[in-house]
């Protein structure tokens, strides 16, 4: 179960379309801390992080970004693209 309860559909969808494969197997410094890992840590665990405050961390930090985001990825996924109702045809009366 995901640690964040009040996780909305904007912040869902903009995990599951920014923090992507490219990103996260990417170059890991400064500026992708600031940009997607350390927010996307943020909205998983629902209160602020904070970032490593040397360069020597990243990668740990990164790792387990990487992991809280795949353990959870099916519940995110499901909060960014709810099932949608099926409505029925109303039948015409005469």
Not at 37 to 45: D, G, K, Q, T, Y
Not at 51 to 71: D, I, N, V
């Amino acid at each position: 179960m995901i640690p964040n309860k009040d996780l909305t559909q904007k912040d869902a969808q903009w995990m599951i379309e920014n923090f992507t494969p490219s990103v996260q197997g990417g170059r890991i410094d400064g500026n992708t801390m600031d940009k997607y890992f350390v927010p996307v840590r943020s909205l998983i665990m629902g209160k602020p992080v904070s970032r490593p405050g040397c360069g020597c961390h990243y990668q740990a930090y990164a790792a387990m970004t990487k992991s809280l985001f795949g353990q959870h990825y099916a519940e995110i996924e499901a909060i960014a693209n709810p099932p949608k109702k099926k409505t029925r045809a109303k039948r015409k009366t005469t």
